[in-house]
């Protein structure tokens, strides 16, 4: 593979039974630490490192962590409508996460993050990818939702097209991982700094998916959904636009769908009625 300036490439491997296999090979040590981190997280291996390999200083092991391996069980949650989604531009809009929430919504609630989140983390994504009941059962369940019977496709038709958008907001996810100077715009001077910046220097097919990139960053950044939704109002200052509000609103809308965060915002019950017992 293509190496950095630095002559550098990544190797992510995994220890399963004893035995370290490799899971994926980078260029760019970021991306590496972040899938290792994911995987680490899954409880799916015993143990996860990353080997920085360069003709000049041989092999080095930046990344060296174990983990109790522990099965989950989640499963994809059956839902009864879906967004048709043809382009990348499709699946970044409100209601197409919003689906992708509920029918991911084990998985999210476990790692503890958005479906907006999901789709810019480039290492949970291709570990999910690797996850034949979650990935695989939920391209299954869309494509059943999707399908236009009417014009003659095919489920399987769908859902072939559903795996290569997913490819494609892999990649995407990628890219933006190189995109610091977003988030760094947004600890600057808010979101409204954001927007302003990819309003001034991208085209406009792709400024949505730039703010959400930016977004998704700062909300990762925080420690729990409490952290995130504080993280998101305080964006809503005096200068704050209309632009603004609208970003923040479908943020905290995407949080506020998940029955973890609910639970973890009246105190570890499941509803307010029980948080006043």
């Not at 370290?20 to 590496?32: G, P």
């Not at 995987?39 to 003709?55: M, W």
């Not at 097209?161 to 977003?182: C, G, H, S, T």
Request: charged share 25%; aromatic share 4%; with cysteine.
């Amino acid at each position: 593979m293509q190496t950095n300036l630095a002559g550098k490439t990544y190797e992510v491997q995994t220890e399963s039974d004893g035995k370290w296999t490799l899971f994926a090979s980078h260029n760019v040590k970021s991306q590496a630490i972040q899938q290792a981190q994911a995987l680490l997280d899954s409880h799916k291996y015993s143990g996860v490192k990353v080997i920085a390999e360069s003709d000049r200083k041989g092999d080095e092991i930046i990344f060296n962590e174990r983990a109790e391996v522990t099965d989950k069980g989640l499963t994809v949650v059956p839902i009864d409508s879906s967004p048709v989604c043809e382009t990348p531009a499709d699946c970044y809009q409100l209601e197409a996460r919003r689906t992708i929430g509920r029918l991911l919504r084990q998985y999210l609630d476990d790692v503890g993050m958005t479906a907006m989140e999901l789709a810019f983390d480039f290492g949970r994504l291709k570990m999910l990818e690797r996850d034949d009941k979650l990935y695989i059962g939920a391209l299954s369940r869309l494509a059943s939702l999707q399908v236009d019977k009417d014009a003659g496709e095919k489920p399987v038709d769908r859902q072939n097209k559903l795996e290569r958008l997913y490819n494609q907001l892999v990649a995407n996810a990628q890219k933006m991982m190189k995109r610091e100077d977003l988030n760094e715009a947004l600890q600057a001077g808010g979101l409204q700094a954001l927007v302003d910046k990819v309003n001034a220097e991208a085209p406009a097919e792709d400024r949505h998916m730039l703010i959400l990139a930016g977004l998704a960053v700062h909300m990762g950044e925080q420690g729990d959904w409490s952290g995130k939704i504080e993280s998101l109002v305080t964006l809503l200052d005096g200068q704050a636009g209309v632009v603004v509000q609208a970003y923040v609103d479908e943020a905290l809308a995407e949080i506020l769908d998940g029955t973890a965060a609910i639970t973890e915002l009246l105190g570890g019950v499941a509803d307010a009625a029980s948080a006043h017992r």
